[in-house]
């Protein structure tokens, strides 16, 4: 049983660009969340995907967007990147119905100077 | 506007004792309850849950207490080890199924000392 794996480990953008970060889910999971780490912070839950569809979504811009694809692998993507987006990006696979116990990658460290 | 606060940020415990960590929330629509630990350099970790039916939930050396009326859980860990020492969240989510948007504490560093 493979676990939740992320990539990159870390990157450092401009102001500006965009990105995108990528999420293997444990096998046999059909959902995944994405969440934003601020230093200090506890993780904040960006969206969720659901068998390919966004099924829920916290409080960040449209320029934060995301992809599940067949395998229920993910991609998050942020257009525009600001100095704020400089965080740790978690993603989290889990079972429907198992009571929000999620399975956390590792986290990708995005710089944006 | 912060939903589930954990007030301290950090917490010492002898090798050995109890440590209490500690956590508020404030929404009423939160029916489940969850700690994670964090390393550094890794993911946070699923430790134990609670239902908002219950107010006691026991997984080993750890406990998790649920009093509803005062929006107040409280995770137990007896004996305490060194290895222990990470970074506890608490997290609350709307339901245990379907769409499941978890909010995060801030999370209480535990030192365990030998």
């Known amino acids: 049983e493979t676990g939740v794996t992320q990539s990159p480990t870390h990157l450092i953008k401009t102001r500006g660009q965009q990105v995108t970060l990528r999420c293997s889910s444990q096998?046999?999971?059909?959902?995944v969340s994405w969440y934003q780490q601020a230093l200090g912070q506890g993780p904040q839950f960006i969206f969720q995907?659901?068998?390919?569809?966004?099924?829920g979504r916290g409080n960040f811009p449209p320029r934060f967007s995301g992809l599940q694809f067949p395998n229920y692998s993910s991609e998050l993507n942020v257009n525009a990147l600001e100095l704020d987006d400089s965080a740790l990006y978690l993603c989290?696979?889990?079972?429907?119905?198992?009571?929000?116990?999620?399975?956390f990658g590792q986290g990708t460290r995005l710089t944006v100077v | 506007d912060q939903q589930v606060k954990q007030n301290s940020p950090s917490l010492s415990v002898q090798e050995g004792r109890i440590s209490i960590l500690n956590c508020d929330y404030t929404?009423?629509?939160?029916?489940?309850f969850l700690w994670y630990k964090k390393y550094p350099a890794e993911g946070p970790t699923f430790l134990i849950s609670?239902?908002?039916?219950?107010d006691k939930n026991e997984d080993g050396r750890f406990t998790v207490f649920l009093n509803k009326s005062a929006k107040h859980l409280s995770l137990h860990i007896v004996p305490s080890q060194p290895g222990d020492s990470a970074v506890y969240f608490c997290?609350?989510?709307?339901?245990?199924?379907?769409?499941?948007?978890?909010?995060f504490g801030t999370g209480t560093k535990l030192q365990v000392i030998p």
């Open positions: 929404n009423s629509m939160f029916d489940y």
């Open positions: 997290a609350a989510s709307p339901n245990s199924g379907g769409y499941q948007k978890v909010t």
């Open positions: 096998s046999g999971h059909n959902t």
């Open positions: 989290a696979s889990s079972e429907t119905g198992k009571g929000g116990r999620a399975f």
């Open positions: 995907y659901y068998r390919e569809e966004e099924n």
């Open positions: 609670i239902s908002s039916i219950k």
